[in-house]
């Protein structure tokens, strides 16, 4: 098994190594190969979540999101640019937990929000 890591962006494992960065093929994201170390050494706890634009997120802050999302299980969809409040920040593939008027209790994903 690589010891390469997966994207962070789109999480597809065909990645390599070029010079100092990794390199994902598939969606042409590149990042430093000191970065990764580093946030292996800090672990999971001490994570900074971001958003799709990099800036730092924390609980309390409220996110527009960037584009329209299909609600699993269900025929919703939350359009682009709607604006959630009060977030809360947890682990796991989806680290954001939020209240959305109208619709309840979401779980979404860091990479598809901005800060408001």
């Known amino acids: 098994m690589s010891t390469i890591p997966a ?3 789109c ?4 990645t390599y190594q070029d010079g100092d ?3 994902c093929p598939d969606c042409a994201h590149e990042w430093p190969m000191a ?6 050494d800090e672990g ?8 799709a634009h990099g800036t730092p997120l924390a609980d309390g802050d ?3 999101l960037i584009k329209d999302l299909k609600v699993k299980g269900s025929s919703l969809v939350l359009k682009k ?3 959630v409040k009060s977030i809360r920040l947890v682990g796991g593939d989806h ?4 209240k959305i008027d109208g619709i309840g209790n979401m779980s979404l994903k860091s990479e598809f929000l901005k800060k408001a």
């Open 11 to 14: 999480s597809m494992e065909n």
């Open 81 to 83: 640019g709607t604006k």
């Open 44 to 51: 999971e706890a001490d994570a900074v979540i971001t958003d």
């Open 7 to 9: 994207c962070p962006v």
């Open 95 to 98: 680290d954001v937990d939020c």
């Open 35 to 40: 970065a990764q170390a580093k946030a292996s």
């Open 21 to 23: 960065n990794y390199v």
């Open 62 to 64: 409220a996110v527009i």
